[in-house]
C-alpha cells in the first residue's frame, strides 16, 4: 500500500524543506552502501572514493553511479516538478534498481504519485554484440555476470526502501524488444544507462520523440566510446544542438529545449 504524503502543489515550491534533505540524504547513504561498507561480503576492498566517484562495481550497493550521478537525478526531478514538466521517469538499464528506487523516492518525498517511474532491463545483462552496430564489437560486457540481475532482485530491493508500488513499473527484456512499443506516453526524464552504442541508439531513438520540452536526457556511459558514439550520431541525425553539460567524470545530461 502506497502512502503519499503532502501535496504535488507544496512540493513543486519545496515547501517540504528540511524533512526531504534529510530522507533523500540518508537514501543516497543507504544506495550507495555507505552506511554498512564493512558488511560487503566480498574480496573486492571497498575504497569510499570509488562508491563516491561511481568507479566501481560494488559487491553490495544496489547502483553503481556515484554521489554526483544520484545528486544530478535528484536536481532534474526538482526542476521537472517545478516547472510541472509533463511525464513519467525511465531508466534503461537499472542493474541491482538503485537509480530507480532513488528516483521513485524522490517523487515520493515531495509527495507525488501520478507519474510512473519506467526500469527497463534484460534482467540477465547486456546482450552480446551485433553485426549490425560495429562499435560494439568486441564487447564482452554479455559476458559479465555480475550485470546480470534478475527482475526478483530489483523488486525485493525495491521492498527494502518501501518504495514499490503501483507507480512502479517494468519493461523486461532487451531493449529492441520492449521499447518500440513501450506503453509510455510521455516522458520527463530519461536516464540512458546500458553501456553499448546499440543499448544507447535504440533507447535514445526510441523514448526521446516522447521527451516533453524541459524535460532531461541523462546519459550515464559518455565516457564509453560506443555510447559516447551513438549519442553523437542520434544527435546529428535528429538536429540536436542542447549543450551537452557535465555530472562527473562519465555522466552527462541536457534539457530538452525544442
Ligand atoms: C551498468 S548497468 C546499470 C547500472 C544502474 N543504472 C545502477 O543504478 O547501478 C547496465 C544494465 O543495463 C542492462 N542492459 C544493457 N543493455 C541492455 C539491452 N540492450 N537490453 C536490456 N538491458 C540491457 C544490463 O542488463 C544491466 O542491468
Request: aromatic residues 10%; contains cysteine; proline residues 5%.
Amino acid at each position: 500500500m502506497d502512502h503519499c504524503f503532502g501535496e504535488p502543489s507544496a512540493a513543486r515550491d519545496n515547501s517540504h524543506g528540511a524533512g526531504v534533505e534529510l530522507y533523500l540524504e540518508l537514501m543516497k547513504r543507504c544506495l550507495l552502501n555507505e552506511i554498512y561498507p564493512e558488511l560487503e561480503m566480498s574480496a573486492k576492498t571497498y575504497e569510499a572514493s570509488d562508491r563516491q566517484e561511481g568507479r566501481e562495481w560494488p559487491a553490495g550497493a544496489h547502483t553503481m553511479i556515484g554521489r554526483k550521478r544520484l545528486d544530478n537525478i535528484q536536481s532534474c526531478i526538482e526542476d521537472i516538478l517545478k516547472h510541472d514538466i509533463a511525464g513519467d521517469l525511465i531508466e534503461t538499464g537499472v542493474w541491482r534498481g538503485g537509480a530507480i528506487i532513488f528516483m521513485r523516492s524522490v517523487l515520493k518525498a515531495y509527495g507525488i504519485c501520478d507519474r510512473i517511474v519506467w526500469g527497463a532491463d534484460s534482467f540477465c545483462g547486456l546482450p552480446p554484440p551485433k553485426e549490425s552496430y560495429p562499435a560494439d564489437q568486441g564487447s564482452w560486457l554479455h559476458e559479465c555476470e555480475e550485470l546480470a540481475v534478475s527482475l526478483t532482485e530489483v523488486k525485493a530491493n525495491f521492498q527494502k526502501y518501501g518504495l514499490l508500488d503501483d507507480t512502479v513499473r517494468f519493461l523486461p527484456g532487451f531493449f529492441n524488444d520492449t521499447l518500440p512499443n513501450a506503453p509510455i506516453e510521455r516522458l520527463a526524464l530519461i536516464r540512458l544507462d546500458g553501456d553499448l552504442y546499440e543499448s544507447t541508439m535504440v533507447a535514445i531513438e526510441h523514448l526521446y520523440p516522447k521527451l516533453s520540452i524541459g524535460g532531461y536526457l541523462i546519459v550515464d556511459d559518455y565516457v564509453l566510446p560506443p555510447c559516447r558514439q551513438a549519442i553523437s550520431d542520434y544527435r546529428a541525425s535528429s538536429g540536436i544542438t542542447e549543450e551537452i553539460a557535465a555530472i562527473d567524470w562519465t555522466g552527462v545530461f541536457w534539457q530538452r529545449l525544442s
